[in-house]
Structure formats: structure tokens, C-alpha cells
């Protein structure tokens, strides 16, 4: 009896609770001492690195790791508004970013942090843990897979076949259809979050981190 080829598209996905939250700050001076302008970014520097060292080296602490892995020192002219070019401007930065194991943990550092003098907050990006993304998208994969073989009997069925045997699956793209969409990551959203400042204090709440898994598998039905 001849088989049918039938190629499917199986596909699920899945939000967890961001676990993790890292935090790019910034500390950063003007003026028109470059000696002055360094020392002042590097005292306020060495003060976030003391802070964070202590996090580091309280038992237990929420305080995963930290990294100072950018520094700038520049100067330029700036021009007044009637065109005459004023005197040089320096300019020194330098970065710091610090990992947290939970969003009250992050919300309580930025808090601290941006109420010092030069000292700006570039954004948090949340993620999840290696273990539970890892669990996570081998959840979500064989879910995506359970989804094509149900997708895949539910066609045998329409042309009246009942026997499925399987015969390729793949991650999109890589079955070699003429159209098939290119086959891309695994995607993890959440990056953004809002804040409730109710009676003062920073809550940071990160939106749930979504895990979505494609497949493309194909069948032979009799």
C-alpha cells in the first residue's frame, strides 16, 4: 500500500517568573580638570565596587556576580550659541554591572545606587537560572513535539489513514521545503519591567521570560 507524506508544524510555549536581574550602571563626571574629573569618577566608582564586595561576601546574599569592564576618559569643545568654541570639557566614565538572584535583591541596589551623585542606571535584563531554563526548554521542545504528531494524525485521519510513522524532525527550516521559514533560536522575551513607587520605595517587576520552541517533522501515513 502506498504511503502519504504528510510535513508538519509543531510548535508550544511556556512563561516563567524572571529569576535573575542584571544591572548596567554608569558613573560618570564633567569638568574642566581632567585630573579632577578622573578622581572624582573613580572615588564614586571605588564606593559601588566596596558595596558591591560586601554583597559578595555576605553569606547567602542575593549578589550572583559583578564586573568593572569599561572605562573612558575624553575631552571636546563644545561650541556657545554664538558659534565661539568654549574651553575643552572632560569627560570620564566607567561601568559596572552586577547580577542578582532576585527581583527585591535588584530593586533595593538600583535604589542605593541612584541616589549618588554620577551615577546613572543603563537598564536591567532579566533571565531565568540555567537549571530552569534548561528544564524549561526541554519542556517546552517535547510539548512542541507532541503538538506535530497530534497535528500529524489529525491530516492521516481527514484522508482516512491510521497508521503514522515518522520519518524526520528538525528545528524550521532545515527540512529542505522551497519556502520554509530559516530556522532561528529559541527566542526568550522579558527584558523590560515596570515600577511601582507606592510610598517611596523602588519594586522593579519584570515581566514573565516567554520560552517558545518550533519544530518541523514529517510522516508517512497508510
Do not use: C, N
Request: aromatic share 4%.
Amino acid at each position: 500500500m502506498s504511503e502519504t507524506i504528510i510535513t508538519v508544524l509543531g510548535e508550544h510555549e511556556q512563561k516563567r517568573t524572571a529569576e535573575h536581574g542584571s544591572v548596567r550602571v554608569r558613573v560618570m563626571y564633567d569638568g574642566s580638570s581632567r585630573h579632577e574629573t578622573l578622581a572624582l569618577a573613580t572615588q564614586r566608582h571605588a564606593e559601588l565596587v566596596a558595596g558591591l564586595r560586601e554583597l559578595e561576601e555576605a553569606a547567602g546574599g542575593p549578589l550572583l556576580r559583578w564586573s568593572s569592564d569599561q572605562v573612558r576618559v575624553w575631552g571636546d569643545r563644545p561650541w556657545s550659541q554664538s558659534g565661539e568654541q568654549l574651553p575643552i570639557v572632560h569627560h570620564a566614565e566607567l561601568g559596572l554591572r552586577a547580577e542578582f538572584a532576585e527581583a527585591a535583591a535588584v530593586s533595593d541596589w538600583v535604589s542605593t545606587v541612584t541616589l549618588r551623585e554620577g551615577v546613572s542606571v543603563d537598564g536591567v535584563e532579566w533571565r531565568l537560572s540555567d537549571e530552569t531554563r534548561e528544564a524549561l526548554v526541554d519542556e517546552v521542545s517535547r510539548l512542541a513535539v507532541e503538538d506535530a504528531v497530534a497535528t500529524a494524525r489529525r491530516y492521516a485521519s481527514a484522508l482516512g489513514l491510521t497508521e503514522l510513522r515518522p520519518v524526520a524532525l528538525s528545528d524550521p527550516g532545515l527540512l529542505g521545503d522551497a519556502g520554509a521559514p530559516p530556522g532561528s533560536p529559541t527566542p526568550l522575551g522579558a527584558r523590560t519591567m515596570s515600577a511601582d513607587m507606592a510610598g517611596g520605595a523602588l519594586a522593579l517587576a519584570p515581566e514573565d521570560i516567554r520560552v517558545a520552541v518550533q519544530v518541523h517533522a514529517r510522516f508517512a501515513a497508510s
